[in-house]
């Protein structure tokens, strides 16, 4: 996935109201851009650090960017755009890079499913039946760690997903918790217990259940990012 228009390089003053990030650009242009992530952002921002951003050329947008990249205080890359997410793990769906899951003769977005009435991100059409698959974008990252952990704030959605799942392959259809790391320089992924163990408890149930989980991680630079290579599971 190339970003087009390119990417424009500028710094962190501050984020706030979960969805705004006040930005200097290197022109020295101060800007008001949207931060399209509803998490914490643990380990993944400082003000200062330096950013990449997306300009909207719609006159009719009330904000001129969004967030795209942004440099850890750990040195790492992040793309901290979770609406990327879905499209990265598509694009490496149908170049084959997700080799687990290769070889689907069709493939849906956003498809109901379950009984808690839940919103699954793909379901993949097979000769032997379906695959529900649930996606998450994951970048929190630690200092002196190459595991990443998901979530970085408690996620009661995130847990129903896990149930619907799990709800899945006990009636035998095969279904896959992926992870999408977004996050450079990352060997493994966890989940984070010391943020929401009722998530980490669910994690284990759906596994133990039969929930395929399974980690890619993802090559950034600020020209364009991809799915290269699949990543540890520590559960």
């Known amino acids: 996935m190339r970003f087009d228009p390119p990417l424009e390089e500028g ?23 949207h931060c399209p992530n509803t998490g914490s952002m643990l380990n993944c921002m400082s003000e ?40 990265l793990v598509e694009e490496a769906l149908c170049d084959g890079v997700i080799t687990e899951l290769a070889g689907f003769t069709g493939l849906r977005r956003e498809v109901r499913f379950g009984e808690e009435n ?26 002196d760690s190459a595991v990443a952990a998901f979530p ?20 035998g259809v095969r279904a896959v918790q992926l992870y999408c790391v977004n996050l450079s320089g990352i060997e493994a992924v966890r989940a984070a217990q010391e943020i929401d163990p009722a998530y980490a408890a669910g994690l284990r149930e759906a596994w133990e259940a039969g929930v395929e989980v ?22």
């Open 48 to 87: 200062g650090c330096r950013v990449w951003f997306s300009r909207s050329q719609d006159p009719k947008r009330k904000l001129p960017g969004t967030w795209e990249l942004g440099e850890t205080p750990h040195g790492r890359l992040a793309c901290i755009n979770t609406a990327r997410a879905n499209a």
């Open 118 to 143: 839940s919103r699954a991100d793909f379901r993949l059409e097979f000769s032997t039946g379906p695959v529900w698959i649930e996606v998450k974008s994951v970048t929190l990252g630690f200092a």
């Open 152 to 171: 970085d704030a408690r996620t009661e959605r995130g847990t129903r997903h896990l149930r619907e799942l799990a709800a899945q392959t006990r009636a």
């Open 11 to 33: 710094c962190l003053l501050r984020r706030y109201k979960r969805f705004l990030a006040d930005i200097e650009t290197a022109g020295g242009e101060q800007l008001t851009i």
């Open 214 to 235: 399974l980690a890619y991680g993802a090559e950034i630079t600020p020209e364009a990012i991809r799915l290269v290579r699949r990543l540890d599971v520590v559960l």
